[in-house]
């Protein structure tokens, strides 16, 4: 069982996690609507990621008995500056992710609810590699500059990320 105070917390991460779906499939159809077909299958493939960590999330609450409860979505931004800022902001949104994660572990801690800060070990280490993966682009943007055969190389590159699986294939 979890407490009635876990409980919301943990819906309002499937909050969270489905916003992040619906944000990365905004930044995926500028991306396509620019002509970046590489970058924005990238972005698509981890909004699917972004919809296995929500089932995770909704599994784990109706496992220990708790009651899912859907809110609204806000909306994504639609405009984006260039395939760089999409990435920086993605980086950004991941540090986001990775402090709410974070405050979950510290509630979970906080009610000696071990079995929610085992389930969240999980998220904690797949944040590090979030970030790693977001970071990591931002760095070759950093490299190629406004060079448009770099552009060209990665976004061929990103095109090149498998369609993740919504069943949560990343476990
Ligand atoms: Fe579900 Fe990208 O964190």
Do not use: C
């Amino acid at each position: 069982m979890i407490s009635s105070a876990m409980e919301k917390a943990l819906n309002d991460q499937i909050n969270k996690e489905l916003y992040s779906a619906y944000y990365y499939y905004a930044m995926a159809a500028y991306l396509e609507n620019q002509g970046f077909e590489g970058m924005a299958n990238f972005m698509k493939a981890q909004a699917v990621e972004e919809t296995s960590h929500a089932q995770k999330f909704y599994h784990y609450v109706n496992e220990q008995g708790g009651r899912v409860v859907l809110e609204a979505i806000d909306k994504p931004p639609v405009e984006y500056d260039s395939p760089k800022q999409i990435f920086e902001l993605g980086l950004e949104h991941e540090k986001f992710v990775t402090s709410r994660i974070h405050n979950l572990v510290s509630l979970a801690t906080d009610e000696k609810d071990y079995a929610t800060k085992s389930f969240l070990d999980w998220f904690v280490k797949e944040q590090v590699e979030e970030e790693a993966t977001m970071d990591a682009i931002v760095n070759k943007f950093n490299m190629i500059g406004n060079a448009g055969h770099g552009l060209f190389m990665l976004d061929a590159k990103l095109g090149e990320r498998a369609p993740a699986s919504s069943e949560g294939e990343d476990d």
